[in-house]
């Protein structure tokens, strides 16, 4: 990803929600689904923000 030429017509939103939605789901099966240590492996301030991030970039993941 980071390797990507960057050239006209690079989508920046899209390649930055593609970054959160890898490290949000690294961070949810690191915490084996646990928030609110996800929420802090991530330096978030809260499981809700996490909860909020999830849902923002549709990364679904099983309740434990």
């Known amino acids: 990803m980071l390797d990507r030429a960057l ?3 690079v989508d920046l ?5 593609e970054v959160a ?3 949000l789901s690294c961070a949810m099966t690191a ?3 646990n928030k609110t ?4 492996m991530l ?3 809260s499981y809700q923000t996490l909860a909020n991030w ?3 970039y549709g990364v679904c993941f099983p309740k434990p």
């Open 7 to 9: 050239e006209p017509g």
């Open 13 to 17: 939103p899209e390649l930055l929600a």
């Open 21 to 23: 939605r890898h490290y």
């Open 31 to 33: 915490a084996h689904g």
């Open 37 to 40: 240590r996800a929420a802090v």
């Open 43 to 45: 330096g978030l301030p």
């Open 54 to 56: 999830l849902e923002k």
